[in-house]
């Protein structure tokens, strides 16, 4: 069973970077797209961003776009997502799994990214 760990969220001011790690363990995934997604209070999970499985191709939605980047490390089975030019609205609880179709393994417990104004 795999399990994904987030981890690297914070408090950050307006303006401010964080970068967000995602590790799984039981099993590797580095045969597959991975994504970060978020969730924010009263809203439903969206997409953020996508790396193909062996990272040359990135995704990302239209609202990060020119401030966050997502990369992988296939011999650490993790994947990153470096968040710079932070804005409120960025707030949310941040998730990694498999990207394009439905996710593949179960949702780990996401890490809280709060960006304050």
């Known amino acids: 069973q795999v399990q994904l760990v987030e981890s690297g969220g914070g408090l950050v001011q307006a303006g401010g970077s964080l970068r967000l790690s995602c590790a799984a363990s039981g099993r590797t995934f580095s045969n597959y797209a991975l994504g970060w997604f978020r969730q924010a209070p009263g809203k439903e999970r969206e997409f953020v961003a996508a790396?193909?499985?062996?990272?040359?191709?990135?995704y990302y939605t239209d609202s990060v776009k020119g401030r966050f980047a997502i990369s992988r490390d296939n011999a650490k089975n993790t994947v990153f997502l470096q968040m710079n030019t932070l804005k409120p609205d960025d707030t949310a609880v941040y998730y990694c799994?498999?990207?394009?179709?439905?996710?593949?393994?179960?949702w780990g417990q996401g890490t809280q990214v709060t960006v304050s104004s």
């Open positions: 799994n498999t990207a394009g179709g439905s996710p593949r393994f179960p």
């Open positions: 790396i193909s499985w062996g990272g040359y191709n990135t």
